[in-house]
């Protein structure tokens, strides 16, 4: 505009006017876009006056600039109706996470927790991992899982496996039941191909951890010694939902879970991310470096370290729960102390 009004050539950058009312319309409303287009027309409007261009060409310019402007605020219109869908839609999204995936509060029941939790899906919450941990009649219960595949069909899948959870940790005072009862759930409602890779723990009596891996990554174990331990299941199973294609069951593991040890739970995401050398994660030697007696720190460098290891961002879901039984301070209780005898005055002889 101002190399029109105060230079030789008003009308050769007359018809770049236009451009202002176009490109107001990606961050401005419609009243924005008007205002734009209205200031175009008016130095349009000047600058063929100053010029002494011939009226039809500045009215064509005008009438061009009109039409954009015209356009320009309908192209506002709409993209602000779609943001007003997509945050509605968004805000669908969190209910759902919360409903799905629960927030876990930092202390449950004897232990210390904290979960990380990553989805492939750009803009998305929430995918194919899934974890849940619940305080119940039988001690705390939990399960970390990993469903075949992404996307929408994935979450539904893993609402299925948690919905199933939560119900039958509570009714079955055995774990072995729990996961019966979701891999029969599983078996009427998921197809041929479909299956879900999970870890099922519970903490029934204080120093010992129930465990059933049925096709999942082994969980790493710390014990007093601090190193890493990688849980392997002394009888391999099928995964969740496979269990009629194969003669195997899942057993039941029972480790000794004392004071100050943790055990870290993880998806395929966390060891199968790669680095630009295609080089996996390596989660064994990250959870030794990074471990310390507070979860949540723990699980945040873990979760920093694989999102750099990775370039940013994570082609799989991720998922990381972290438990710590902490050590129980009894307070020291003072011994009452028996009361001097009291002394007698001596008697003096007079």
Known sequence: ??????????????????????????????????????????VGATLGARVGAPGREVAAVLAAL?????????????????????ADVRSVAE??????????PATVGPFEVAVRYSAAAAEARIGGDLYALVPTPYGVRLIVGDV?????????????????????????????AVVDRIERSLARNLGTDDFVTAVVA??????????????????LL???SRSVVAVEPTQPAPPLGLRALTDQTPSLQVLPFADGDQLLLYTDGVIEARDRDREFYPLVEGLARHLCDDPARTVGAIHDELLAH???????????????????????????????????PTERSV
């Open 1 to 42: 505009m101002l190399v029109g009004l105060f230079g030789d050539a008003g009308m050769i950058w007359l018809p770049l006017l236009s451009a202002g009312p176009a490109l107001a319309a990606t961050t401005n409303g419609p009243r924005g876009v008007l205002c734009v287009g209205l200031l175009a027309a008016v």
């Open 66 to 86: 009109v039409a954009v402007t015209l356009a320009s605020g309908l192209a506002s219109a709409l993209r602000g109706r779609r943001e007003r869908v997509l």
């Open 95 to 104: 209910a759902a996470q919360h409903a799905l995936l629960r927030p876990v």
């Open 148 to 176: 075949r595949g992404k996307g929408l069909p994935a979450v539904g899948t893993a609402a299925l496996v948690l919905g199933v959870f939560r119900e039958a940790a509570y009714d079955e005072p055995d774990l072995l």
């Open 202 to 219: 519970g903490y029934p009596r204080s120093g010992e951890l129930e465990m059933v891996n049925c096709g999942h990554a082994p969980p």
């Open 222 to 224: 710390v014990g007093d």
């Open 310 to 344: 990775v370039g940013g961002r994570l082609h799989d879901d991720a998922a990381l729960l972290l438990i710590r039984k902490p050590a129980v301070v009894t307070p020291s209780v003072p011994q009452p102390t028996s009361p001097e005898p009291a002394t007698r």
